[in-house]
């Protein structure tokens, strides 16, 4: 791309990944979370290339790609509707964005369960934002950056991660209500523990459809539920009771779905409770519930991911493990004494690597900021 060989940015914003420690598909049930974002990031170098609509995007490792601001449409290559999409957003609330040049360059691992897309929509939104003084609030970063993953990506997804890309804090993971979207930071201390992620580094590329189809799932129920509960809303407010009430109506799928996500939404509320007590042991066992729950009842797990967490329980200085993300792969997180932690990461490497002849990748996390100008 011929912009950047002269490319002088005005404005470097920094877009992070998150973590849940727990809470997975909680948030479009309108339930709690427990999300940080981590050090991993994208960075996004912008300045105004003094046209009126032009606008030029390259992102290390793909093709750049230009557009029009009075042409803005869906894309045929997927990464490109992460920055339409946003822009299409942008334009509905604000005339004030003219043509620009970006860079992207990222150290954020693509369909991790890191959160590189909400990062890639939060990034361009905050970026806009500052370039343009288009005077968008930070829930209005989030509202709108999720609005342009269900729009011009497809995924159906829940406010958790563009919420925890922008709004988290360092040290702290943030306690999210999803339906009145009041939140908490708490602080996370684990110490003498460490978060360890693993990266299985298979996506089962069942992530998008199955997404949808799990969120579909949680609506059947929830409708069923609504026959006898007319003023119910969301699984976030049905109770296992209610739940056990209906089960002759519900399809046995139906039925694991709607107590994953009851049982989740209480282990999120009991973790936020452990870790204010730092009661660590209860921390771990928290984990190792969700995960068996994402396995069995959600079934949102796989083999990779399966073995790291069974190998994680035979080792004496592991508090727990489980999935992170959607689904199917991505990474797995791992609290682990910081003693061990060496041999331990050496000694899942050796055993991923006899068992699925892959190379793990393995990186230490912890809770940092959201989205910033550098
Ligand atoms: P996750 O959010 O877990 O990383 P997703 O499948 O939701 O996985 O999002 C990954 C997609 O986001 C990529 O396939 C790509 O289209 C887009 N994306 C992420 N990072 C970048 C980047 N640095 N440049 C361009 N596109 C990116
Ligand atoms: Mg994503």
Not at 4 to 33: C, M
Not at 108 to 121: C, D, K, Q, T, V
Not at 287 to 304: I, Q, T
Request: charged content about 25%; glycine content about 8%.
């Amino acid at each position: 791309m011929k912009f950047i060989e002269n490319f002088q940015p005005q404005l470097t914003i920094a877009s992070p990944g998150r973590i849940n420690l727990i809470g997975e598909h909680t948030d479009y049930n309108l339930g709690y979370v427990l999300p940080t974002a981590i050090a991993n990031k994208i960075v996004f170098k912008l300045a105004k290339n003094n046209s009126k609509s032009q606008c030029n995007v390259y992102s290390v490792g793909y093709e750049g790609f230009s557009f029009d601001l009075n042409a803005v449409c869906k894309s045929a290559s997927e990464w490109e509707n992460y920055v339409l999409g946003v822009l299409s957003e942008i334009l509905k609330l604000t005339n004030k964005v003219e043509g620009f040049d970006c860079i992207i360059e990222s150290n954020l691992p693509l369909g991790a369960g890191l959160s590189s897309s909400a990062a890639m929509e939060c990034g361009m939104a905050f970026g806009l934002n500052e370039l343009f003084d288009l005077g968008l609030s930070k829930n209005t970063i989030v509202a709108l950056s999720q609005r342009a993953e269900h729009n011009y990506v497809g995924t159906q997804c829940g406010i958790m991660d563009q919420f925890a890309s922008v709004m988290s804090k360092e040290g702290h993971v943030i306690l999210l209500d999803c339906k009145s979207l009041d939140y908490r930071h708490i602080p996370l201390d684990l110490q003498p523990y460490k978060i360890i992620m693993m990266n299985t580094k298979v996506s089962h590329n069942l992530a998008t459809s199955a997404y949808n189809t799990r969120k579909r799932e949680c609506e059947e129920g929830l409708t069923i539920i609504k026959t006898k509960w007319p003023k119910i809303n969301s699984l976030r407010d049905v109770t296992l009771d209610m739940i056990e009430d209906a089960k002759d109506k519900l399809t046995q799928t139906v039925y694991n779905r709607c107590c994953y996500i009851i049982n989740e939404n209480n282990r999120v509320l009991e973790m936020a409770k452990a870790l204010s007590e730092k009661k660590l042991k209860t921390v771990g066992k928290l984990l190792y519930e969700a995960h068996k729950g994402l396995s069995e009842r959600y079934e949102v797990s796989c083999v990779e991911s399966d073995f790291l967490v069974d190998f994680s329980k035979n080792y004496d200085g592991v508090l727990g493990a489980r999935q992170v993300g959607g689904g199917f792969g991505g990474c797995v997180l791992h609290i682990v004494h910081e003693n061990i932690a060496t041999k331990y990461k050496q000694d899942c490497i050796e055993a991923y690597k006899k068992k699925f002849n892959l190379d793990l990748e393995v990186f230490e996390v912890k809770p940092t900021g959201g989205t910033h100008i550098i």
